[in-house]
């Protein structure tokens, strides 16, 4: 039996071997990759959790193929093409009935991401554009499936939260030396950090959110007690590469996000309910409806534009008068704002504003870096955007994920008997 086995292998083999001659022959080289896709699909069927984390440590590593202008795609390798394959194994998994746990399915978080996909789904039938509507339904489901679906499988070991973490900050750490580094060859100038990181980042303003986000992940493992001590060094060391380019990707978005996230932690500290912070939050908004001539009076007086010097970068954060940043942010936001009056219900489609904004611009509203050419990127707002592509429906679900989400955070912060588990969940 195992010699006839060995004679199969080998046959195999060199079967193999004949066909990459003949396909490089004809100038054919993906067939080199078969073995590789072969044994992706073998730990998909079998060992699901070593492709999960296979995808994670891509992630920060994987490639733009947009930056890389190769057919002007907006698409992300290997990661993307992985999770299209989880999603797809996913689906059948749920059709055989086996290996989800029905605790996750029927979660209330789970039934609030039901209904967001399904308008999703809907508007993308009534989108402008339904083929990039239905590409972007496609890309939020396979991020749901291998990111929520079959992740939370893995974080039911403990261990298994620092070994994910440390999977994705590892190979982050790279990337951020490498943008650093790239960047010092340009004198740390900041219209280079716009690019810098291509071609693992799109642009600096998503570069930066992803190392804020990560921010305060890496603050609770370097805090947690039961932590190798050759480990917190490797950890506080990669604390100072993350400041670092947090600092250099002049992304003030994510600075002004640090220091809000500070603050709710430190309320959170202090065991404020989620309810105060939320009466809280609706009458500092009433008051900035209210009052907003004489504010906007008085962030008009600031003209200082974004700068090199980060001091002056900080300043310029609240400057509606001449930077070209800010006021291009205004416009965008104008834009999905005329989008959504003129239809309300249903918007325009799922990830269709940069395709449409641009006759919402007005003249008066353009700046310097202002484009009708698709290619500026979205609303710029994680509200406003759902609100122009989907109308009043896809802003209110994402409002009642984001409220679920807080609510569920809130509770077992201040109940979880666990330091470790207290610390990730903050």
Same mark, same amino acid.
């Given at each position: 039996?195992?010699?006839?086995?060995?004679?199969?292998?080998?046959?195999?083999?060199?079967?193999?071997?004949?066909?990459?001659?003949?396909?490089?022959?004809?100038?054919?080289?993906?067939?080199?990759?078969?073995?590789?896709?072969?044994?992706?699909?073998?730990?998909?069927?079998?060992?699901?959790?070593?492709?999960?984390?296979?995808?994670?440590?891509?992630?920060?590593?994987?490639?733009?193929?947009?930056?890389?202008?190769?057919?002007?795609?907006?698409?992300?390798?290997?990661?993307?093409?992985?999770?299209?394959?989880?999603?797809?194994?996913?689906?059948?998994?749920?059709?055989?009935?086996?290996?989800?746990?029905?605790?996750?399915?029927?979660?209330?978080?789970?039934?609030?991401?039901? !209904?967001? %996909? @399904?308008? $999703?789904? +809907? #508007?993308?039938?009534?989108?402008?554009?339904?083929?990039?509507?239905?590409?972007?339904? /496609?890309?939020?489901?396979?991020?749901?499936?291998?990111?929520?679906?079959?992740?939370?499988?893995?974080?039911?070991?403990?261990?298994?939260?620092?070994?994910?973490?440390?999977?994705?900050?590892?190979?982050?750490?790279?990337?951020?030396?490498?943008?650093?580094?790239?960047?010092?060859?340009?004198?740390?100038?900041?219209?280079?950090?716009?690019?810098?990181?291509?071609?693992?980042?799109?642009?600096?303003?998503?570069?930066?959110?992803?190392?804020?986000?990560?921010?305060?992940?890496?603050?609770?493992?370097?805090?947690?007690?039961?932590?190798?001590?050759?480990?917190?060094?490797? !950890?506080? %060391? @990669?604390? $100072?590469? +993350? #400041?670092?380019?947090?600092?250099?990707?002049?992304?003030?978005?994510?600075?002004?996000? /640090?220091?809000?996230?500070?603050?709710?932690?430190?309320?959170?500290?202090?065991?404020?309910?989620?309810?105060?912070?939320?009466?809280?939050?609706?009458?500092?908004?009433?008051?900035?409806?209210?009052?907003?001539?004489?504010?906007?009076?008085?962030?008009?007086?600031?003209?200082?534009?974004?700068?090199?010097?980060?001091?002056?970068?900080?300043?310029?954060?609240?400057?509606?008068?001449?930077?070209?940043?800010?006021?291009?942010?205004?416009?965008?936001?104008?834009?999905?704002?005329?989008?959504?009056?003129?239809?309300?219900?249903?918007?325009?489609?799922?990830?269709?504003?940069?395709?449409?904004?641009?006759?919402?611009?007005?003249?008066?509203?353009?700046?310097?870096?202002?484009?009708?050419?698709?290619?500026?990127?979205?609303?710029?707002?994680?509200?406003?955007?759902?609100?122009?592509?989907?109308?009043?429906?896809?802003?209110?679900?994402?409002?009642?994920?984001?409220?679920?989400?807080?609510?569920?955070?809130?509770?077992?912060?201040?109940?979880?008997?666990?330091?470790?588990?207290?610390?990730?969940?903050?």
């Amino acid at each position: 039996m195992t010699l006839s086995r060995n004679i199969s292998v080998l046959l195999a083999g060199i079967g193999f071997a004949v066909c990459q001659a003949v396909a490089i022959s004809f100038e054919f080289y993906f067939l080199a990759l078969l073995p590789v896709v072969l044994g992706v699909i073998w730990t998909a069927l079998f060992r699901m959790d070593v492709l999960l984390m296979f995808i994670v440590m891509s992630v920060p590593a994987s490639i733009n193929l947009e930056s890389l202008e190769i057919g002007g795609v907006g698409f992300y390798l290997p990661t993307e093409p992985l999770l299209f394959g989880v999603l797809v194994i996913f689906i059948f998994k749920l059709l055989l009935g086996n290996s989800i746990d029905k605790r996750i399915l029927v979660h209330p978080i789970s039934f609030v991401i039901y !209904l967001m %996909l @399904g308008w $999703i789904f +809907l #508007t993308s039938i009534t989108s402008e554009f339904p083929v990039v509507s239905f590409k972007f339904l /496609l890309a939020r489901m396979w991020f749901v499936a291998g990111f929520y679906f079959l992740m939370v499988h893995l974080f039911k070991k403990f261990n298994n939260f620092r070994l994910i973490s440390m999977l994705y900050l590892f190979p982050l750490f790279i990337i951020i030396i490498y943008t650093v580094v790239r960047h010092a060859g340009y004198g740390f100038d900041k219209t280079a950090g716009h690019w810098v990181m291509e071609p693992f980042f799109k642009d600096h303003t998503s570069y930066g959110a992803v190392l804020a986000m990560y921010f305060p992940v890496l603050v609770s493992l370097i805090i947690q007690r039961k932590v190798n001590p050759l480990l917190r060094v490797f !950890l506080i %060391l @990669g604390f $100072i590469v +993350l #400041t670092t380019g947090i600092v250099l990707s002049y992304t003030r978005a994510a600075w002004v996000s /640090l220091v809000v996230a500070g603050g709710l932690f430190a309320l959170m500290l202090l065991r404020i309910k989620l309810r105060t912070l939320i009466i809280a939050f609706v009458g500092i908004a009433s008051f900035v409806w209210i009052a907003q001539d004489d504010l906007l009076i008085s962030l008009e007086r600031n003209d200082q534009d974004s700068s090199d010097d980060l001091a002056e970068h900080v300043e310029s954060i609240s400057n509606v008068s001449s930077d070209a940043s800010n006021l291009e942010r205004l416009n965008r936001w104008e834009c999905a704002l005329a989008m959504f009056e003129e239809r309300p219900l249903v918007g325009w489609g799922p990830g269709t504003y940069q395709f449409v904004y641009a006759p919402f611009q007005r003249s008066n509203s353009l700046t310097i870096i202002s484009t009708n050419n698709a290619d500026g990127g979205n609303a710029h707002s994680e509200y406003l955007g759902p609100l122009a592509e989907q109308g009043v429906p896809g802003t209110v679900i994402f409002l009642i994920l984001i409220l679920a989400v807080s609510s569920l955070v809130f509770r077992l912060a201040y109940t979880l008997p666990s330091y470790e588990l207290k610390s990730i969940v903050f």
